[in-house]
Every structure is written in C-alpha cells, then in structure tokens.
C-alpha cells in the first residue's frame, strides 16, 4: 500500500486522534462534549460537528475538542479564539495541530492560546482504525480557555445568594 501524500494540500484530511493520544488530553483538559472537526467516521465524542453541520458557522459549547483539516487551519483558529471570547458559551477548546512555528495561524494561536509541545509524532489513524505507518510532522496542542472574570462571578454569586435567600423565605 503506498503511504499518503505528505504534502499538506493533498494529504487526507479527515485522519482520525489516536485514542492514546485523545485519552490523555481528555485525562488533562477534558472531558469534551462535542468533537467540532469530525464526521462518523472519525469523532471522538458522542456529540460532534460535520463537514454538512458546517462548525465554523455554528457556536461551540462546553469543552470542545478539534483536530481540523489541515489544509486550512486559519479559520478554525480565528472561530476558537470567538468561541471563548465573544461567544462566551465555550469554556475550552483544545486543537491538535501541527508544529508549523512560521505560520500566521500559529502566532494567533500563541497569542490567544496556551501552546503545549507534543514528544515525538503522532500517529494518526485512518477511519477504519489503522495507524498510520510513517507520520509525517510534529503536532502541538493548543488550547485556548476563557478569562475568568470577576465581575461576572459577583454577580452570579449575588443572583445565587438572592435565589437562596428568596427560597428560604417561601
């Protein structure tokens, strides 16, 4: 069998996180609610978005898991950073990626995002289980997590008091 091409716009788009890999970052950032880069084949948890559900145009929500094409990786960052900024339903999104340091996409992960370096390379799986036989690039983790703001947990810790309060008079 003839490995895949290692060229980035025409290398298979759609590998599948080794389960190894994804129980770790689960076991470290998780547990993940929805897969927000994936399809039937591929997810990894029991809610995820598809190529049909279009994911960059939906709100992710909760702890999001994401292993994009990467062929494009720009706008997965660009919709990660929304997602905990402007959004605000998303707690947490961790992104596998590659280790390309030189890329536009890759100075706005590290602005807004919390690079974790991966040691040695990842064997990614194709949609019938099989690991790859030769990787072909260094990945990182990139995970993006929303500011705590104390304004905001004031206020609900007021609204959660008053609720108490209200509940103890009835």
Avoid at 18 to 26: I, R, T
Avoid at 73 to 83: L, N
Avoid at 106 to 125: C, D, L, N, P, Q
Avoid at 126 to 138: A, L, Q, T, V, Y
Wanted: aromatic share 10%; proline share 6%; hydrophobic share 35%.
């Amino acid at each position: 069998m003839k490995n895949p091409p290692t060229n980035k716009k025409t290398a298979q788009q759609n590998l599948r996180t080794p389960g190894y890999l994804f129980e770790e970052v689960s076991r470290r950032f998780g547990p993940f609610d929805v897969d927000v880069a994936a399809d039937g084949d591929n997810a990894l948890c029991l809610d995820y978005l598809d190529l049909e559900s279009n994911a960059l145009a939906q709100t992710w929500v909760g702890r999001c898991w994401c292993n994009p094409p990467y062929k494009d990786i720009m706008p997965w960052i660009y919709k990660a950073i929304q997602s905990i900024t402007k959004e605000r339903g998303c707690e947490r999104v961790v992104m596998l990626l590659p280790a390309r340091v030189g890329t536009e996409w890759y100075k706005w992960a590290s602005m807004w995002g919390t690079i974790h370096r991966i040691v040695g390379r990842v064997r990614f799986e194709r949609s019938n289980g099989e690991p790859m036989k030769n990787p072909f690039e260094d990945s990182i983790l990139v995970v993006f997590e929303r500011e705590i703001n104390t304004k905001e947990l004031l206020s609900r810790d007021k609204a959660s008091k008053e609720a108490k309060s209200n509940a103890a008079e009835s």
